[in-house]
């Protein structure tokens, strides 16, 4: 009995200790943020916010499998006009997180480590998890904002470029700034309260849970709740 576990013993320290190597060598780096976006309305703000984390797993390279991969936990911030429609802020950008234009805006990758002046790098990420408070967004790292004219339906949903916003919605319609903060804050997904059809859409098989509008956007669930976000309403 002596010799069995002394051999479980050994085992298991032997597991821990490479565990402990891979851990080491393959990080995973985590933070979260607070994202707040401010649209005036006739004189008045309308305020959108929402609590996102993010987390890149690194580990081995394998063939064309990059060393990096990505998850985040929330949902989008939304921004409520009354009879004006809904202003959601994307998740994902159009490729990777990043905007093929100045027009498209970013996805929730990069807002906050490129508010704090890091780059797309996860490389910077060690560096990056040391900075706490607040930062305004600039005109060059916005998020990607949709408007849903009917937010019961989601064939009503168009791309809302910032400069756009008093052509598409009125002269007496203007950004009012963003900004991001880290928090510890905890994270709430209430957002299929507001989009009703989305529920609904997530149900569909992988494959048919796409919504393709002739504007060429593309609707999906990961725009609204982050891909690592397994809880239906709750805080986390």
Known sequence: MRVLLTS?????????????G????????????????????DGKARVGTSVIEVTWH???????????????????????????????TSLLGEDWG????????????????????????????????KEIGKRDLVDDNLPR???????????TARLLPVRDIPSVLGPSVRFAGA?????????????????AWL???????????VIYLPNKLRINRYLFIGDASQCRECKQ
């Open 8 to 20: 479980l013993f050994a085992l298991v320290l032997a597991t821990g200790v490479l565990a402990a």
């Open 22 to 41: 891979y851990w080491y060598k393959f990080p995973n780096y985590t933070y979260r943020y607070r994202l707040t976006v401010n649209i005036e309305v």
């Open 58 to 88: 690194s580990g081995p390279t394998l063939g064309d499998v990059g060393s990096y991969s990505s998850t985040i936990k929330g949902q989008a911030a939304l921004i409520d006009l009354g009879d004006r429609g809904l202003v959601v």
């Open 98 to 129: 990043r905007p093929y234009s100045s027009t498209g805006g970013w996805g929730a990758l990069w807002l906050a480590p490129r508010a704090f002046g890091f780059g797309t790098s996860v490389n910077e990420m060690p560096e990056f998890l």
């Open 145 to 155: 904002l949709l408007l849903f004219s009917n937010p019961q339906d989601p064939a």
């Open 179 to 195: 900004s991001v903060e880290i928090t510890n804050d905890p994270i709430v997904i209430d957002v299929r309260q507001k989009l």
């Open 199 to 209: 529920e609904p859409l997530e149900k569909k098989p992988p494959g048919s849970d």
